[in-house]
């Protein structure tokens, strides 16, 4: 059996992080299992759904590196009407579902009435049954279509997060599964799907678990063998709060590039909203699918930690490549106003820097002064710039200007002498000296920085 797992985001709104979490475990369940991730766009509501919203999913799912296998052949459920009245009929001729021609005023005395009772919403009038003698059918009214629902006994299945759960039929409503306008529902287009597409394992938010017992019943009627299912746990805000757009809280996943994130560091900490292996917080997607198991999700919920994620990035930052990092960092110097130079290289600035950020911005910002040279802040010139410091600074000008070798190793073989000879202590020369050459007081080790930017370059910012 090949394994095939799904993600079926609805395109009413952007990708958030709940969405790439559920995405990213059926994705590495499927990698595990050397089997298919495909993509459903489950647009239905034609009201809220939108091209703009698919595109976003899409221009997530890509930058996160979510790759599906069903590329070049995504499924959208708006495409798929002719299947779903096709399944519509048989489930009719099957009597396996009815024609229901309630009205919304008898619809809400029902719901008034169960909610009295604590029974299920529909009284199932129009329900066919032996012996029983249907109302008569009411001339201004369209038909919705319902599903027949068992009534004794229960729905059970063992989620592969959850354990086992057991949902008693009489629960349970006679769902529609088709409105008046003919437009299949949600749960019915879930059905058709799963088993058109050959899904094994339904691997989704926690928030489906009361969906599932109605679309196990749907399958059992159409006499197909049944998906696995996983329910994934929420993701809570940081104050422990379920995720909300009245809250701030969601945001699109690719607004997390532009707050400096890396992709792979997105994923590897979403991997460990509510996922464990031992006490590993920094791998690779390639490890992430070597230990991940459905097994070790935990079913209770996680907690955003912004702080988490901004660590986690800063050691995927240390971990990628210099010549990757730069052609991330390249634009971002751009938008700052600053060219970027032959020299120095902006690899070898990200090697010397790199380790001093948690994000791409405030990477950005550390490699600034080695192009151009920033405004000291007046805190700074008060703590580390006095009477002496110009005159201090040209004469050391002249002991760099004298060096035959510019590396680090030369440039910090002046400074104790320089000292001795001045009757200074270091932070008396190296804080003014990263003000005259940098801008800041806050830098990598002021001889690396200097050999990096140039004698030249070096000599002309202290002298002016």
Not at 32 to 53: C, N, P, Q, V, Y
Not at 145 to 154: A, H, L, N, V
Not at 372 to 394: I, N, V
Not at 434 to 463: M, Q, Y
Request: net charge negative; glycine share 6%.
């Amino acid at each position: 059996m090949t394994i095939r797992t799904r993600f079926a985001p609805s395109p009413t709104g952007y990708l958030h992080i709940g969405g790439v979490r559920t995405a990213l475990f059926s994705w590495a369940f499927a990698r595990k299992h050397k089997g298919e991730f495909l993509l459903r766009i489950e647009d239905t509501d034609l009201e809220r759904s939108t091209a703009e919203s698919v595109n976003i999913i899409l221009d997530g799912m890509r930058w996160v590196g979510l790759d599906y296998d069903n590329a070049d052949n995504v499924i959208y459920q708006t495409r798929r009407f002719e299947r779903y009245k096709e399944v519509l009929n048989e489930l009719l001729q099957q009597g396996q579902a009815y024609h229901c021609y309630c009205s919304k005023e008898e619809l809400e005395a029902m719901r008034e009435q169960a909610e009295k009772n604590g029974t299920a919403t529909y009284d199932r009038r129009w329900r066919p049954e032996s012996g029983k003698t249907l109302p008569p059918i009411p001339a201004d009214v369209e038909p919705v279509i319902r599903f027949k629902t068992p009534i004794e006994g229960t729905t059970t299945w063992y989620d592969l997060v959850k354990g086992e759960i057991s949902i008693p039929n009489s629960a349970l409503d006679d769902l529609i599964i088709a409105r008046a306008d003919g437009t299949p529902t949600y749960n019915f287009c879930v059905v058709v799907d799963d088993y058109d597409m050959g899904v094994t394992h339904v691997i989704r938010g926690d928030d489906h678990v009361n969906n599932t017992p109605k679309q196990i019943n749907i399958l059992k009627a159409m006499g197909t063998k049944l998906p696995e299912y996983a329910h994934l746990p929420m993701i809570l805000n940081e104050q422990g709060k379920k995720i909300s757009k009245r809250s701030g809280d969601t945001v699109a996943i690719t607004d997390f590039g532009q707050m400096g994130i890396l992709p792979h560091a997105m994923l590897n900490y979403l991997a460990r909203l509510g996922w464990a292996h031992g006490d590993d917080e920094f791998f690779t997607m390639k490890q992430f699918i070597e230990w991940f198991d459905l097994k070790d999700v935990s079913p209770s919920p996680s907690r955003m930690d912004m702080k988490k994620l901004y660590w986690i990035n800063g050691e995927h930052i240390k971990a990628t490549p210099d010549n990757e990092l730069a052609e991330l960092i390249r634009p971002r110097l751009a938008v700052r106003g600053v060219e970027e130079t032959e020299k120095p290289l902006l690899e070898d600035v990200l090697d010397l820097v790199k380790d001093r950020a948690q994000d791409l911005n405030t990477l950005a910002d550390e490699c600034i002064y080695f192009y151009q040279k920033g405004t000291p802040s007046e805190a700074d010139m008060q703590k580390h710039w006095d009477e002496d410091t110009q005159a201090r600074m040209l004469r050391f000008a002249d002991k760099l200007e004298a060096l035959s070798d510019w590396n680090p190793e030369a440039i910090h073989d002046l400074f104790k002498p320089f000292c001795e000879e001045e009757g200074i202590k270091m932070g008396k020369l190296g804080m003014p000296l990263r003000l005259a050459v940098c801008g800041t007081a806050k830098t990598p080790s002021i001889d690396a920085v200097l050999a990096l930017i140039g004698k030249e370059e070096v000599l002309n910012r202290i002298r002016n």
